[in-house]
C-alpha cells in the first residue's frame, strides 16, 4: 500500500474514543454494507437528530434535508394534480418562484395570501390541500402564530 493510501486510511480504533456525545462524522462513504454507505441518503448524525426530532415533537418520522428548498420540493411533491397550495406571500424570493414553476407544471392550483391580515387567514376556511409558510419569515423576520394556523 502506498503512503497516501495509509495516510487517507489511518484512523483511531473506535474502541480507543470514548465520546460522551455522538461526534460529527466528516465523511461522505463508509464501508461497504454499514447501514449508513453513502451520506447523501444518510449517516449516524442525520439518523441522530431525526430520531431526537421525533422524540421531542412526538412524531413516528422525521427526513433530515440538506438545504430548505430541498425541504421545499419534497414536501410539495406530496400534493397531486388538482390540488389547492395556500402559500404565504412572506417567504424568500427563490422559494416563491420555485412555487411558481412547480405547481404549473404539476397542475396544483396556487394562491399566495398574507398570513398575517385577517384577509389571509380567511383563506385557510376555504379547504386548500397544504398550506406553506415560513416562521420567523424571510427576509421579513415576521412571526406567524403556527397554533393559529393549524
Known amino acids: 500500500m502506498k503512503n497516501i493510501t495509509r495516510l487517507i486510511r489511518h484512523k483511531i480504533s473506535p474502541q480507543e474514543a470514548k465520546p460522551v456525545s455522538t461526534p460529527i462524522f466528516q465523511t461522505s ?20 437528530v431525526e430520531e431526537l426530532l421525533c422524540e421531542i415533537e412526538e412524531g413516528k418520522k422525521a427526513v433530515l434535508l440538506s438545504s430548505g428548498m430541498t ?64 416562521t420567523p419569515t424571510n427576509p421579513f423576520v415576521k412571526t406567524i402564530n403556527i397554533q393559529e394556523i393549524s
Not at 407544471?105 to 397544504?130: H, R
Open 71 to 134: 425541504a421545499i420540493s419534497a414536501t410539495l411533491h406530496l400534493l397531486s394534480p388538482g390540488n389547492r397550495l395556500l402559500v404565504n406571500k412572506l417567504i424568500y424570493g427563490c422559494s416563491y418562484r420555485f412555487f411558481n414553476d412547480f405547481c404549473e407544471q404539476f397542475n396544483i392550483s396556487l394562491e399566495f395570501v398574507d398570513l398575517l391580515m385577517p384577509d389571509g387567514l380567511s383563506k385557510l376556511d376555504t379547504g386548500p390541500d397544504m398550506v406553506f409558510f415560513e
Open 29 to 48: 462513504a463508509f464501508k461497504s454494507g454499514d447501514p449508513y454507505f453513502y451520506t447523501r441518503k444518510s449517516n449516524p448524525n442525520f439518523a441522530e
